[in-house]
């Protein structure tokens, strides 16, 4: 069976991920909140990854980093720590989560990293503009990952 690390996996996108793979997969859920469920195939972490260590972990095949948090509001409501919040959260937290487990996975069956962004980083909408900053640098992260990690 492949263990499946998921970050953010409590709510929304990562929940129904993790949902999805308990059936087939052990899941390593990492998050601040716990998720509503139990299962035989989920381990829990709390963790915010903006401010603590990540949990060791010894073996792995995959990570899915999906941590949520959407300021949604015109530009000129928009502070820098909005910004600075949103970066956090969806860039250097993608970081850490790739440092971390990167070796562990790497060592995987069939490993691979999956990461979310937004159509707001491709076609411009309104009050997202701190969101579609962050994740168009997850974008680059991952474009950056692909070209260095590929055989």
Not at 1 to 28: D, Q
Not at 33 to 59: F, M, R, S, W
Not at 80 to 103: C, H, S, T
């Amino acid at each position: 069976m492949r263990t499946i690390i998921v970050v953010g996996g409590s709510k929304g996108i990562g929940n129904a991920i993790v949902e999805t793979l308990l059936p087939t997969h052990h899941v390593i859920n990492i998050s601040r909140t716990a998720p509503e469920g139990t299962h035989d195939n989920l381990t829990h972490h709390q963790c915010d990854v903006t401010k603590d260590a990540l949990p060791e972990i010894e073996n792995a095949d995959g990570l899915v980093y999906c941590p949520g948090s959407i300021n949604l509001k015109p530009i000129n409501r928009l502070s820098v720590d909005d910004f600075k919040e949103d970066f956090e959260i969806n860039v250097i937290g993608a970081v850490k989560a790739v440092q971390a487990y990167l070796p562990t996975i790497k060592k995987g069956e069939n490993p691979s990293i999956v990461m979310f962004s937004t159509v707001a980083s491709k076609l411009g909408m309104p009050f997202h503009s701190s969101v579609a900053a962050s994740k168009s640098a997850v974008e680059g992260l991952t474009k950056s990952l692909a070209a260095e990690m590929a055989p």
